[in-house]
């Protein structure tokens, strides 16, 4: 399916001000406890608890106007939907900390797969966004599934060792730089195995070599008298 394209503002709210939202409601409401059902949540189960809603009906309005998710967006929507849910229904923030850990690796698992037999992934999921070769590809999907990895392993680090507060800024900022960082040190890649042609020369039009002067045209011939 085809996607129609929105205004770049909208997709930026509906892709990163639900993760925004949480930030902001959780520094807001981290110190308070609430009470349902008889239950008593943490701030941090709390916000949670609203947060899966709004990002699912996030998720359903980008589909909805785009006509199209990607498969990481139908990947990130299910975890967020098992684990959050897990940690809400168990009352335990472990278990949702523990998402981005699944996510990634999942993500390296996939990646990892398809290096074995040959193949990018990667470019299955990307190729309308990034004009690369197909060796491009491969050294982008190698470095992108140590990336992914990587950040398995520091999610872990992070929420075991770090306070709550400390592991949601690391996620919801700290994060999303570094992958937008990643990206950015890719761009000799992208010169070097791009697909894109450069823009042709203008044609000149045929007529006298650069430095040929004007031919004059020769002096008709006087008749006599």
Do not use: C
């Not at 785009?66 to 168990?90: C, D, E, H, N, P």
């Not at 010169?191 to 020769?218: F, M, N, S, W, Y």
């Amino acid at each position: 399916m085809r996607t129609r394209p929105i205004p770049p503002k909208l997709r930026a709210l509906l892709e990163f001000g639900p993760i925004l939202a949480f930030l902001i409601v959780y520094l807001t409401y981290r110190n308070d406890t609430f009470l349902i059902g008889g239950t008593e949540y943490s701030g941090f189960l709390a916000v949670t608890a609203a947060f899966i809603p709004v990002f699912l009906i996030a998720t359903g309005a980008l589909w909805y106007l785009t006509g199209r998710l990607t498969r990481l967006q139908i990947v990130v929507a299910g975890m967020l939907i098992v684990f959050g849910g897990m940690s809400v229904w168990l009352n335990d923030p472990a278990l949702f900390k523990m998402k981005p850990t699944a996510i990634y690796l999942l993500l390296t698992l996939i990646l990892g797969a398809g290096l074995l037999r040959g193949q990018s992934w990667l470019e299955f999921v990307l190729e309308d966004s990034l004009p690369l070769k197909h060796k491009g590809w491969m050294i982008l999907t190698r470095r992108v599934t140590l990336l992914f990895f990587l950040s398995a392993l520091a999610n872990e680090v992070v929420w075991r060792t770090q306070s709550e507060e400390f592991w949601v800024i690391f996620e919801t900022i700290a994060m999303p730089v570094i992958v937008f960082g990643f990206f950015m040190a890719q761009i000799g890649l992208f010169i070097d195995h791009g697909t894109l042609t450069p823009l042709r020369k203008p044609v000149k039009a045929p007529g006298r070599k650069p430095g040929q002067g004007k031919k004059r045209k020769a002096p008709r011939p006087q008749g006599d008298g």
